[in-house]
């Protein structure tokens, strides 16, 4: 495991001139040396990169998930998350385009893009869920990056930083706004997750060892799908406007709805047969979902 606690450390490691500002670099994936090698190297950064890239015969780990950056997407990486790169085949050629932005929260610091930037989903995402860009998105965001490299190679004033943080906040709200658009795009694949989704919540339910497992979490269902929780989310608020959690309530109440309108179970009963250790705990989420107490559902069909 390589960690990167700066920007010219990094610079240094794959063989890159020093970064023009220490906390900011903008760099052309094509003059990245290629390294000599093949083994994997897991790295943790503690800076953001924001990319926008092609890299044929190359293989890209971020967490457990390997992705392949053949088309040209749009990916962010926050600081302290895990990735790994290497060659996908030691005889081909690697080729690669694109450019990346190496930017250190200390160069935001004091700034309103501080206390917003955390708060872009897409930092959550895995690098399988990297944003396809259009022609027209992908030379928006090229745009930008330019104009953010050319502020980078003139004279340092007080006003470079404002400038230059100005050029990432919008950067990264063309990248929520090309998120949306994927999302909407992509309907069929939605579909398909939203369907995965009832299906594996349904069996979950249905199952005898609910005691045993307690209730399922948001990050057990995403990774049974192989989906990062934030995408995940965001996927099923789009097609149905609820999120996760909610999608795993809306079941467990109408597994408890059944129980109560077709069996003679305690509530107790019923709590614990659902994964519920505390009864309260059932009875408060159940009347916050129906407006009714568990005992009084039950006597609406009396």
């Given amino acids: 495991m390589r960690r990167f606690t700066t ?34 190297t897991s790295m943790v950064m503690d800076f953001y990169s924001i990319s926008v890239k092609r890299m044929r015969n190359v293989r890209v780990k971020y967490g457990q998930h390997p992705f392949d950056f053949n088309e040209g997407v749009l990916s962010f990486i926050a600081p302290g998350q895990v990735f790994s790169i290497t060659a996908a085949d030691h005889g081909a050629a690697i080729e690669k385009s694109g450019w990346v932005v190496y930017l250190h929260p200390d160069f935001i610091w004091n700034t309103p893009l501080a206390t917003t930037i955390g708060q872009h989903d897409f930092w959550d995402y895995s690098l399988t869920e990297a944003l396809f860009l259009s022609g027209q998105e992908e030379a928006t965001i090229l745009a930008i990056i330019a104009a953010m490299s050319q502020e980078l190679a003139t004279t340092i004033d007080r006003f470079s930083k ?30 398909e997750v939203l369907a995965r989704v009832e299906t594996l919540l349904q069996a979950y339910f ?46 467990l109440i109408a597994k408890a709805k059944e129980k109560l309108s077709t069996t003679s179970l305690t509530v107790g009963e019923i709590a614990y047969g659902l994964g519920f250790e505390h009864l309260p705990s059932f009875s408060k989420l159940f009347k916050a979902k129906t407006n009714l107490s568990p005992l009084k559902f039950r006597a609406s069909f009396g």
């Fill in 162 to 191: 404002s400038i230059i943080v100005s050029h990432v906040a919008n950067l990264l709200s063309y990248a929520d706004r090309y998120y949306h658009r994927q999302f909407i795009t992509r309907e069929k694949a939605n579909h």
């Fill in 7 to 40: 920007i010219s450390e990094f610079h240094a490691y794959a063989q890159l001139p020093p970064p023009q500002h220490p906390l900011l670099s903008v760099v052309d994936v094509g003059d990245v040396p290629p390294r000599e090698r093949a083994e994997p």
């Fill in 206 to 251: 249905d199952s005898d060892s609910l005691p045993e497992r307690g209730l399922p979490t948001v990050q057990y269902v995403a990774d049974c799908l192989h989906l990062s929780p934030k995408y995940l989310s965001n996927v099923l608020r789009v097609v149905t406007g609820q999120n996760t959690q909610q999608h795993i309530h809306a079941r």
